[in-house]
């Protein structure tokens, strides 16, 4: 049995279409479409774009697709890059991306609504602990008992007779 590259190849050229203009149709880029017939799927990020590219590109050349899918997923099985499915994550598990992840837990209206109450609570605690400080505080307790002096040096103003 043939490989799906070389499937692909002889059906397009039975046709007769060139590269260019399969790659007009099915909107595959003509570096892909030439990796495919080779069978490099290393140009190719991820097997999903593999299996894409090869279905669109299957129903073009009218090739009974099912098949050809079946036949590239036992290809793509051998494969080193393609063997396994990507991990979804990687494996690094650092205090910041334990906190990201409990940051996109939280539902953002209850924590602003426990925002707002602690933050009013803070400034009712503050404002009360401020306010019972400054009551308590006497503004003359620092200073010394004072003595009257007079500025005119025991002169006295001349009283004025009542009328």
Do not use: C
């Amino acid at each position: 049995m043939s490989t799906v590259a070389e499937q692909l190849r002889v059906a397009r050229e039975a046709r007769n279409l060139t590269i260019a203009q399969v790659a007009e149709v099915t909107k595959i880029r003509t570096d892909h479409i030439r990796a495919l017939e080779e069978g490099n799927f290393n140009l190719f990020s991820a097997p999903i774009y593999i299996r894409g590219s090869v279905k669109n590109y299957a129903t073009l050349l009218k090739l009974d697709v099912p098949q050809i899918m079946a036949a590239l997923n036992a290809e793509l099985g051998q494969t080193e890059k393609f063997s396994e499915p990507p991990p979804l994550t990687e494996a690094s598990n650092t205090p910041l991306d334990r906190l990201m992840f409990l940051l996109s837990k939280l539902n953002w209206k209850v924590g602003v609504v426990g925002a707002v109450v602690l933050g009013t609570a803070l400034v009712v605690f503050f404002a009360s602990f401020a306010w019972r400080h400054h009551k308590r505080s006497d503004p003359l307790a620092g200073l010394q008992p004072a003595v009257y002096q007079s500025a005119n040096s025991g002169q006295t103003l001349p009283l004025t007779p009542h009328r």
